[in-house]
């Protein structure tokens, strides 16, 4: 191919080569990891232990103030107050309780600021977008320590925010936006 070029040149032009494309998809990465800092995409790493673990070290629980089962309980009065003419809209909505914090992950994604409590999440294809939503996953995820360290030991605020809470997120499965939901009080 080559027929003037000795074989130590050929092995040397061949390094360097390797070496300009293993800088260029250096620089690349260095330049992509930037880019998703700077637009908060990038999730936290694990530390060596977790990575060398394989998995990550469980986070020590809250002392909630209410058991489990309670709050489940107060979540289903929440679920039974919502007008019967919404009850084909959300027949396919997971409502679940979690007696864990929401990741930073979670919060960084939903454009949640440092410092603000997150109380629960929607994921899944509103309804607005037809059948797309209808083959989509739907889950409404309530926070109990959240709720319980945002309404302290009263135990009538917090039924009413778990009430506001499922109905702002199962708000969210029908399509509302924020602004809307502000405007009618959720």
Same mark, same amino acid.
Request: net charge negative.
């Given at each position: &191919?080559?027929?003037?070029?000795?074989?130590?040149?050929?092995?040397?032009?061949?390094?360097? #080569?390797? !070496?300009?494309?293993?800088?260029?998809? /250096?620089?690349?990465?260095?330049?992509?990891?930037?880019?998703? %800092? %700077?637009?908060?995409?990038? %999730?936290?790493?694990?530390?060596? #232990?977790?990575?060398? #673990?394989?998995?990550?070290?469980?986070?020590?629980?809250?002392?909630?103030?209410?058991?489990?089962?309670?709050?489940?309980?107060? +979540?289903?009065? !929440?679920? =039974?107050?919502?007008?019967?003419?919404?009850?084909?809209? /959300?027949?396919?909505?997971? @409502? $679940?309780?979690?007696? =864990? /914090?929401?990741?930073?992950?979670?919060?960084?994604? &939903? *454009?949640?600021?440092?410092?603000?409590? #997150?109380? *629960?999440?929607?994921?899944?294809?509103?309804?607005?977008? *037809?059948?797309?939503?209808?083959?989509?996953?739907?889950? @409404? +995820? $309530?926070?109990?320590?959240?709720?319980?360290?945002?309404?302290?030991?009263?135990?009538?605020?917090?039924?009413?925010?778990?009430?506001?809470? +499922?109905?702002?997120?199962?708000?969210?499965?029908? *399509? &509302?936006?924020?602004?809307? &939901?502000?405007?009618?009080?959720?």
């Amino acid at each position: &191919m080559f027929p003037d070029i000795s074989d130590d040149d050929k092995l040397l032009f061949i390094l360097v #080569l390797l !070496a300009l494309f293993f800088g260029l998809f /250096w620089l690349w990465n260095r330049r992509a990891k930037k880019w998703l %800092e %700077e637009n908060g995409r990038v %999730e936290e790493s694990p530390n060596a #232990l977790e990575w060398l #673990l394989g998995e990550r070290q469980p986070k020590p629980r809250t002392a909630l103030k209410y058991s489990e089962q309670e709050f489940e309980e107060m +979540v289903s009065e !929440a679920l =039974d107050e919502v007008p019967q003419e919404f009850d084909k809209e /959300w027949k396919n909505v997971a @409502v $679940i309780v979690s007696i =864990d /914090w929401p990741t930073e992950a979670d919060k960084k994604r &939903m *454009g949640i600021p440092e410092g603000h409590l #997150l109380l *629960g999440t929607y994921s899944g294809i509103d309804r607005t977008q *037809g059948f797309r939503s209808d083959s989509s996953r739907h889950v @409404v +995820v $309530i926070y109990q320590p959240a709720i319980e360290q945002f309404c302290g030991d009263d135990k009538e605020r917090v039924k009413q925010q778990i009430r506001k809470t +499922v109905l702002h997120e199962l708000a969210h499965h029908l *399509g &509302m936006s924020h602004q809307t &939901m502000k405007e009618i009080g959720l």
